[in-house]
């Protein structure tokens, strides 16, 4: 039966180690490390540690909530090479009902340190590095305070910030060791600290988006020319829309409302049986976070295809990476880049480290 499991798993996840597959095979061993080497986990501290749950675009399930998750094998440690990425740490693995789950426990500001390398350029201006990596850390600790899953803290995906596992150039280690432990604070309590890539002129407000407000989220203006998302234009097919929103002769899509700052709010559609209204942040769920870059967008029908143009790439909440960069640029530290988008917060040191 674990023989089974250990195939499963090889199947499931892309383990590229031949050694590793001839063990697994014979299940001699509990299945996984890509070194030659198998070691038993020492016993951790959770307060120094994070457990992140592997997704990538294979794998892009998470557990639901009340699904149950039996574990395979031995808790591990080792390398773990996962569709051409090598996660380093602690592991497990475990399967529940719609599949199985790979969650890799690391040191806290290593996975800070990965989160940086894997979220903005190492060529970018230390105080934007400084930024990003008090930013990554105070998220990462609102998530872990905040998640109830017994399992893991958070994804390494775009549902929470993206974790590619590895290990950190020169200057993205320094950024992270000169601010070690410092996140953001609010009334002395761990901030949700959202953050997105590019804001297209001005921050959007987190009630648009997340339908809830923040007394340290504000709406300002954000100068990120410099980045590729800056301006942008999509071209799609109807039958692409259509296959993406499960309709069927959809004749024309309008803007229906704007959000305070001009975002797109709501779109209506036009179809052969009716009429439909679709949020513009579900309209870019279903057609592809890359393929709709944000909601900051006008639109036309052209023939057979709908012509996006646009600006900005992301939700708009928050700390704007473009903009944080120029600020850099222009000689501001990375606490004051901090203070101007996250207003009335406090840098205090993470206790749980």
């Not at 894997?118 to 930024?131: C, I, S």
């Amino acid at each position: 039966m674990e023989n089974l499991k250990i195939v499963e798993f090889m199947k499931e996840y892309r383990i590229q180690n031949i050694e590793f597959r001839r063990k697994a095979r014979l299940a001699l061993i509990p299945f996984f490390i890509l070194t030659s080497v198998f070691c038993f986990l020492s016993s951790v501290s959770s307060a120094d540690t994070i457990k992140v749950l592997i997704l990538d675009e294979n794998n892009t399930r998470i557990p639901e909530k009340n699904e149950q998750l039996e574990k395979i094998g031995t808790r591990m440690k080792g390398d773990l090479l996962i569709s051409g990425i090598h996660y380093t740490g602690e592991i497990e693995v475990w399967k529940g009902q719609n599949g199985l789950y790979v969650i890799n426990e690391i040191p806290f500001e290593d996975y800070v340190k990965s989160v940086l390398m894997a979220e903005v350029g190492t060529n970018w201006e230390m105080e934007a590095l400084k930024a990003q990596a008090v930013v990554s850390r105070t998220y990462a600790v609102y998530q872990k305070n905040a998640n109830g899953n017994p399992y893991y803290h958070l994804t390494s995906s775009v549902l929470h910030q993206a974790y590619r596992g590895g290990s950190a150039d020169a200057r993205i280690a320094y950024a992270v060791e000169k601010t070690s432990g410092e996140i953001l604070t609010f009334n002395n309590k761990p901030i949700e600290a959202f953050y997105h890539s590019t804001a297209g002129e001005r921050t959007e407000l987190p009630e648009e988006v997340f339908g809830k407000s923040y007394p340290y989220l504000k709406s300002v203006e954000a100068s990120c020319e410099t980045s590729p998302y800056w301006v942008w234009e999509r071209k799609m097919p109807v039958s692409e829309v259509e296959r993406s929103l499960n309709l069927s002769g959809v004749k024309n899509i309008t803007i229906k409302s704007l959000t305070t700052t001009g975002r797109v709010k709501e779109l209506s559609i036009n179809t052969d049986s009716g009429q439909d209204t679709i949020k513009a942040t579900e309209l870019r769920k279903l057609l592809g976070w890359q393929k709709l870059p944000s909601t900051n967008f006008s639109l036309v029908r052209d023939g057979d295809s709908i012509i996006f143009e646009g600006k900005g790439y992301g939700h708009g909440v928050g700390l704007c990476q473009w903009s944080a960069l120029e600020m850099a640029k222009k000689g501001k530290s990375y606490r004051e880049i901090l203070s101007f988008f996250y207003p009335g917060t406090e840098i205090h040191l993470y206790e749980g480290r």
